[in-house]
Each structure stands twice: as C-alpha cells, then as structure tokens.
C-alpha cells in the first residue's frame, strides 16, 4: 500500500492532486479543499474517491466508508474504512487523518499570561490526540490501521505516546533521507508523520519536496508480511 500524507496549504487544489504523482493507493490531506471542490477535482483521476472532514480529507484509489466522528471532532479528524479492489489479497482498512491544532507561539515569557495560555493550547492538543488515537483503537483488533497526517508536533514530543503501543512511527522503520517537513524550502522539523498498527510492515519511507505546498509530503509504502 502506498501512502502520502500532505498539508495542502490553506486548500490549494493543486497541492492535493500533487500527491497523485507518486501513484499511492491512500492520500491524507490537511487543510484541504472543500468537497465540493476536491470532488470536481478528482474526478478526472479514474477510481479515486474522496472524504471530507472540516480540515483534514482523505483520497483513495477504492472504497471508502465513513468512519463516524462527532461535530467537534470533524474539526480535525477524518476517519474511513479503506478498500482496494486493484489489491484484493489486501484487507479493508482504517485510515486516520488529523491535523492538531497549533500550539502557543507567543514569545513573551515574562507575561503570566504567555504561560496560561500555553498550558491550555497543550491541553487541548492532548484531548484531541486522545479523539485521534480512540478512533483509530476502535479498529485495530479487526483490521490494520494507519494513522497520520499534520500533527504540529516536532519528533519526540510526548503527544505521541498516546499513541504507543499500539501504534508505531513509519518513519524510524523504513524512511531514508532527510526526514523534516516543514517548511518546504527550510525544513527544520518532522511534523508530518504516518503511524501504523502492528499488522504492517515499512518497506520505505522518505520525505519529498513538493510544488504547492509550504509543506513535503511523507511518501510510505506498506506490506503485510501475510495474508489477513
């Protein structure tokens, strides 16, 4: 299964088709086009099929089926069950896309405030990390499970040991080269991941500069070591 995950830049079309170059199976966007938008723009990409949330979408060479999420969550989660039909010794399986919010970036350390302030923004990520992690453990018992997208976290934040054990970082297993993603001429930090559940295997992983975006897109190919 081949896997890209990018931020689309506030919605450039462009930028979401970028992917489709690489010719994945699975797309995960965030700050995606609406889907009205990303709908009329896939449609000239036979057998692509689209989902929405408020931020984050998901395109796949298949069937998707809607994973339920609640109003708040559709923010920043968008969640599907995924099948192949052109891979059919490959089983339906979930996919999570997210894009957590920002954390605080004010700079005035002096001011009481600053310090507030950056206590709830983490707060708030945490929760949403939780959201992100439940429904992508509602599946993992009965199907693999991919996980990915714009975490706003740089690598080793604790954020992610929400998602341990049960999920693992493609990247360390498979990836090759420079591995930061943002931003697109300078990256200096690796927001942009993919996890997966125990059932894959990495075979690659690398980080590619891409045209649209001030994002690389994150460039996995999967495998299950046997049949499921």
């Known amino acids: 299964i081949g896997v890209v995950t990018l931020n689309c830049a506030g919605g450039d079309v462009d930028a979401a088709l970028e992917p489709l170059a690489w010719r994945p199976d699975v797309v995960l966007l965030q700050e995606a086009?609406?889907?009205?938008?990303l709908m009329m723009a896939r449609a000239a990409h036979e057998g692509w099929q689209s989902l929405c949330g408020l931020d984050p979408a998901i395109l796949a060479r298949g069937s998707i089926t809607p994973v339920a999420v609640d109003d708040r969550q559709a923010g920043y989660?968008?969640?599907?069950?995924?099948?192949?039909?052109?891979?059919?010794?490959?089983?339906?399986f979930r996919?999570?896309?997210?894009?957590?919010?920002?954390?605080?970036?004010?700079?005035?350390?002096?001011?009481?405030?600053?310090?507030?302030?950056?206590?709830?923004?983490?707060?708030?990520?945490?929760?949403?990390?939780?959201?992100?992690?439940?429904?992508?453990?509602t599946g993992?018992?009965?199907?693999p499970v991919i996980v990915g997208g714009d975490f706003n976290a740089p690598t080793g934040d604790?954020?992610?040991?929400?998602?341990?054990?049960?999920?693992?970082?493609?990247?360390?297993?498979?990836?090759?080269?420079?591995p930061n993603t943002i931003t697109n001429d300078t990256p200096m930090s690796r927001i942009d991941q993919v996890w997966v559940s125990r059932q894959?295997?990495?075979?690659?992983?690398?980080?590619?500069?891409?045209?649209?975006?001030?994002?690389?897109?994150?460039?996995?190919?999967?495998?299950?070591?046997?049949?499921?």
């Open 95 to 137: 996919v999570v896309c997210t894009r957590l919010t920002l954390p605080s970036l004010r700079i005035r350390i002096w001011r009481p405030e600053v310090w507030s302030d950056g206590a709830e923004a983490r707060a708030n990520r945490e929760a949403q990390m939780r959201a992100v992690a439940a429904v992508a453990r």
């Open 200 to 228: 894959f295997e990495v075979e690659s992983a690398w980080v590619v500069r891409t045209r649209h975006s001030d994002h690389r897109a994150v460039v996995v190919d999967l495998k299950l070591p046997k049949p499921h």
């Open 140 to 143: 993992v018992e009965a199907m």
């Open 158 to 178: 604790s954020l992610f040991r929400i998602l341990k054990p049960d999920f693992r970082d493609a990247y360390p297993e498979g990836g090759a080269g420079w």
């Open 33 to 37: 086009p609406g889907a009205t938008e």
């Open 77 to 92: 989660i968008c969640a599907a069950d995924v099948t192949l039909p052109h891979v059919p010794s490959i089983p339906t």
